[in-house]
């Protein structure tokens, strides 16, 4: 159902938050500071996303319910 979509979709934000978050710690982000931060900014708005959907504040699409 519509929930079940929400659940992977935050399991898949939360994934794609973790490989971005891996990718700048392994690589130590000194390299290219602008590229290493942008993965981060995406990596927190991906895990606000991930709560979102799991408190029921927005659907898969990332719009309100």
Request: aromatic share 2%; proline share 0%.
């Given at each position: 159902?519509?929930?079940d979509g929400g659940?992977?979709?935050?399991g898949?934000?939360?994934?794609d938050a973790d490989h971005n978050i891996?990718?700048?710690?392994?690589?130590?982000?000194?390299?290219?500071?602008?590229?290493a931060t942008a993965l981060l900014n995406v990596a927190i708005?991906?895990?606000k996303r991930a709560i979102d959907l799991a408190a029921g504040r927005a659907?898969?699409?990332?719009?309100?319910p």
């Open positions: 159902g519509v929930r659940v992977r979709r935050g898949r934000l939360l994934d891996r990718l700048v710690k392994l690589g130590h982000g000194v390299h290219n500071v602008t590229y708005d991906n895990a659907t898969a699409a990332g719009k309100a």
